[in-house]
């Protein structure tokens, strides 16, 4: 038996990418009251009471806050999801996304 009999298989390496993440943004209003950001920070984010002020206190200051970094599909659900619990208590909290 030679060398050439005994030939070695190489597997092509396969890398998993993460997938590209989006900053789901809360934009500021004069209406929708600071109680409600706070919940619904809670509610569809996980957010603990004192990491939802925090970001509530980002929105009404600076007009925009991040509540969260997702992959696109996750954020998109996030915004739909904040916008019908807004449309439903008739606040015109905005929602939406961005790439990171």
Do not use: W
């Not at 989006?22 to 996980?46: H, I, S």
């Not at 970001?55 to 659900?77: D, K, R, S």
């Amino acid at each position: 038996m030679g060398v050439s009999d005994t030939a070695t298989r190489t597997q092509p390496r396969t890398q998993t990418r993460t997938p590209p993440q989006y900053k789901v943004l809360l934009l500021n209003d004069d209406y929708t009251p600071m109680d409600f950001v706070v919940e619904v920070l809670m509610r569809f984010f996980g957010k603990s009471e004192l990491e939802a002020v925090r970001v509530m206190l980002e929105v009404h200051h600076a007009g925009v806050g991040v509540a969260g970094v997702y992959p696109f599909e996750i954020a998109e659900t996030k915004v739909a999801q904040v916008t019908r619990a807004a449309q439903q208590a008739e606040y015109p909290l905005q929602c939406t996304l961005e790439p990171e």
